[in-house]
């Protein structure tokens, strides 16, 4: 492996130059030259400081995390940063682009930190499920104080350097290039003209205990009053920062250590790691490489309800011009005056400066006819859910756009091909598939249709990257990738309902593995009437010999279908949020089991999940087969982006990986007894088993 590490000596210093691209990860080559080049300026009688520094975007951001849950290599983060932090001749660390992670703590180690302007610093790792572990819960209590160093590291979300500088994190704030600032204030240092650290630390030696033991139990109590679930690590960083206080430091370098590797192990880190990789992975697209991707600076959202008003709200906070485009003045009002509200609250609540809402507000046009989208490069139709009404509007479309313009649809579940060929351009067309609130929703399912364009893909994740959205790609098919696995989860729910299962006791076991709301909770929030159109667009296409449970349809002809109506697998007195169950509910689904023949059994939390996350893999492994999805983490990432499935469970093809394959195969040769076509496994599962291999082995880098 090429050295990643230069050493350049000059005027007493030494410059250390780390090179790792593209975010100076903490790899194991790295650490090694990195070690070896501190052993030899401590050697070098010609060196009397040290400034360590990074090339690249970035000083370093982390631990390497494609390491973690492989064996350990030598030598370790904690071993070079204890190196750094013992060495005799100083150290002065020179930051920049994002300091995160294993890379703040090798900073910390230093005996004093300049940084950019722009430079960002923090502690992530409680966002991979684990702490600090080369000596960050430490030495940063020790440096800044327990109350702001719990701050950043329960937090997890990084300071900017005005910040760090206020809370001694940094001494100083280079007004330029950060190396030669540092190499001056070293040569300067060297000739005994400037003394190190430039700050005092906040905390060493003045700490008032009593202050430090007071912060600790704030932070245990606000952990405490966090809703569940409560995962490990901010609890275990607590322990940390406790022990920086109550341990001599090699001690406490140990029991942080320990906590470490504990966290590190578990199966809520795994999951976290696997969900930040997957979304690494989402976003590179090996066959666009080298495609460039369209202009994009204006554009046309047609339809101005709550999905189109969302969409062009998120165009907008990239700093796209919008025109919105309503079929009447009246709709049009109403659709402008949902931009409105939501800038309003987004002020309202401190998420969006009023002078960001100003500007948001001049790129907003509207209109009323479709003639207005003539100068635009991207039109998003979020009109009715209808196929004849989005044909008629993409013929539309296609006469007044300029030549390569692209045309997207934010179907959920229609045939973009057959949208596509209502146009003399099916090149230009693609899916947007946004998820309600569109402006907050971070999944963007991008559907590539039999004839999209490369260069019309690569402006999708283009934009999906410009407006702050998770993009995955998905093919065509009913429901993409999202609504399919989510169409198999509520089949294998309403199985249980029928078998009998309550909607309560279905929702508290799924709340229970750690979704926000349970599956008929999402139904009443979103309407019941939406699933049982698509159920009726699709009854003619209908196996009559598959299970059908009609419990949803009975809901719906009882006007029953929701939050909006009052009532719907819930009841909502006087237009409360929060359901209460509902003993009709109950009466109609066991009139409908007596009508079937079907004798109630009991039903287990336990059975409910086994089934639910069964169902949702086993449909995973279907769209695989099927190439909807490129790899397992995809249809993981769609499912934790936009679905609620909880993130430190993975995604249903990672739990399927830690239930293991055989386990959930024989799961489902178990139900496919009962039904034979829903449950039937896939044949991916046998040829994986076969091969000892796991879907995570189908991910690639
Ligand atoms: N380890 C390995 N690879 C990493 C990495 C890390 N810590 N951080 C980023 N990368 C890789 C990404 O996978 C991606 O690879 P690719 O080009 O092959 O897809 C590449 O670097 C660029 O990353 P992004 O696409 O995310 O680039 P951005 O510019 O959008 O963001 C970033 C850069 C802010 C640094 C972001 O990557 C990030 O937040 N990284 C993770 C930071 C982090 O969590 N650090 C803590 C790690 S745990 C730790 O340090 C433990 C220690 O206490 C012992």
Redesign the pocket.
């Known amino acids: 492996m090429t050295e990643p590490v230069e050493t350049r000596v000059a005027d007493g210093v030494a410059t250390i130059t780390l090179d790792n691209p593209?975010?100076n990860?903490?790899?194991a080559g790295l650490r090694a030259g990195a070690l070896a080049a501190i052993e030899r300026a401590l050697a070098d009688p010609a060196v009397a400081v040290i400034v360590l520094a990074a090339a690249g975007?970035?000083w370093p951001?982390?631990?390497?995390?494609?390491e973690?849950g492989r064996p350990p290599q030598a030598p370790s983060?904690?071993e070079l940063c204890n190196a750094i932090a013992a060495s005799p001749k100083p150290v002065i660390a020179a930051l920049h682009?994002?300091a995160?992670?294993?890379?703040l703590?090798l900073a910390l180690a230093a005996r004093c930190r300049l940084a950019e302007a722009g430079t960002?610093l923090g502690?992530?790792?409680v966002?991979?499920g684990?702490?600090?572990?080369?000596g960050?819960t430490q030495r940063l209590p020790r440096l800044i104080g327990a109350r702001e160093a719990l701050a950043m590291m329960t937090g997890g979300v990084p300071v900017t350097a005005a910040r760090a500088a206020e809370i001694g994190l940094v001494d100083r704030i280079t007004e330029g290039a950060v190396l030669p600032a540092a190499e001056a204030l070293a040569r300067d240092h060297a000739a005994g003209r400037a003394d190190l650290p430039l700050a005092p630390a906040r905390a060493a030696g003045g700490a008032d205990p009593a202050d430090y033991l007071a912060a600790i139990t704030e932070a245990r109590a606000a952990l405490a009053a966090r809703p569940a679930p409560h995962l490990p690590a901010p609890g275990r960083i607590v322990d940390c920062v406790e022990a920086a206080l109550l341990l001599p430091e090699d001690e406490g370098m140990a029991y942080e250590r320990a906590a470490?590797e504990e966290l590190v192990a578990s199966p809520e880190a795994a999951a976290l790691r696997h969900a930040?990789?997957a979304?690494?992975?989402a976003?590179?697209q090996p066959d666009l490489a080298g495609v460039s991707p369209r202009k994009l600076e204006r554009v046309g959202v047609v339809g101005g309800g709550l999905m189109g008003a969302g969409i062009a709200t998120a165009m907008l906070s990239g700093g796209l011009t919008v025109t919105l485009v309503e079929r009447d003045a009246t709709a049009l009002a109403a659709g402008l005056s949902r931009i409105a509200t939501i800038h309003e609250r987004a002020v309202a609540r401190g998420q969006m400066t009023a002078e960001a809402r100003e500007a948001d507000w001049g790129r907003v046009h509207g209109a009323t006819e479709i003639g207005a989208l003539a100068g635009t490069d991207l039109v998003i139709e979020a009109v009715f859910e209808d196929e004849a009404v989005k044909i008629a509007l993409f013929a539309d479309l296609d006469r007044v756009l300029r030549p390569g313009a692209i045309l997207a649809t934010n179907t959920s579940y229609l045939d973009i091909n057959r949208i596509a060929a209502a146009t003399a351009r099916p090149e230009d067309v693609i899916g947007l598939h946004f998820f309600s609130p569109a402006h907050v929703m971070k999944l963007l399912e991008i559907v590539v249709a039999d004839q999209t364009a490369a260069d019309v893909t690569a402006t999708a994740f283009a934009l999906a990257r410009r407006i702050g959205k998770t993009a995955v790609r998905a093919g065509v098919c009913d429901g993409f990738i999202g609504n399919r696995i989510l169409t198999a989860y509520r089949t294998a729910t309403d199985f249980l309902l029928e078998d009998g299962a309550s909607p309560y006791q279905i929702d508290r076991a799924m709340v229970g593995f750690g979704f926000p709301l349970g599956p008929y909770q999402v139904l009443d929030m979103a309407g019941l009437e939406i699933s049982w159109a698509r159920r009726k667009r699709l009854a003619p296409l209908r196996d009559p010999a598959r299970r059908y449970v009609a419990i949803g349809d009975r809901l719906c002809k009882a006007g029953w279908i929701g939050q909006k109506a009052g009532r719907g697998y819930y009841r909502y007195p006087e237009g409360a949020r929060q359901g209460v169950e509902d003993p009709e509910v109950l009466a109609l689904i066991a009139a409908e089991r007596e009508a079937k023949g079907i004798v109630p059994r009991a039903v287990s939390a336990a059975e409910i999940r086994r089934r639910a996350l069964a169902a949702m893999a086993n449909e995973g492994v279907r769209i695989l087969e099927e190439g909807i999805a490129r790899c397992p983490s995809d249809i993981d990432l769609v499912l934790l982006a936009g679905y609620g499935f909880p993130r430190w469970r993975g995604g249903p093809m990672h739990s399927a990986d830690r239930a293991g394959l055989l386990q959930v195969r024989n799961d489902l040769r178990a139900f496919a007894r009962e039904e034979e076509l829903f449950w039937r496994p896939a044949d991916l599962w046998d040829e994986l088993i076969r091969n000892g291999r796991h879907f995570a082995d189908l991910n690639g880098?």
């Open positions: 593209p975010v990860a903490l790899s975007r970035t951001a982390g631990a390497d995390i494609r973690f983060l904690p682009g994002t995160l992670g294993g890379g703590e960002r502690l992530p790792e966002t991979l684990i702490l600090p572990g080369a960050g470490f930040f990789l979304e690494r992975r976003a590179r880098a």
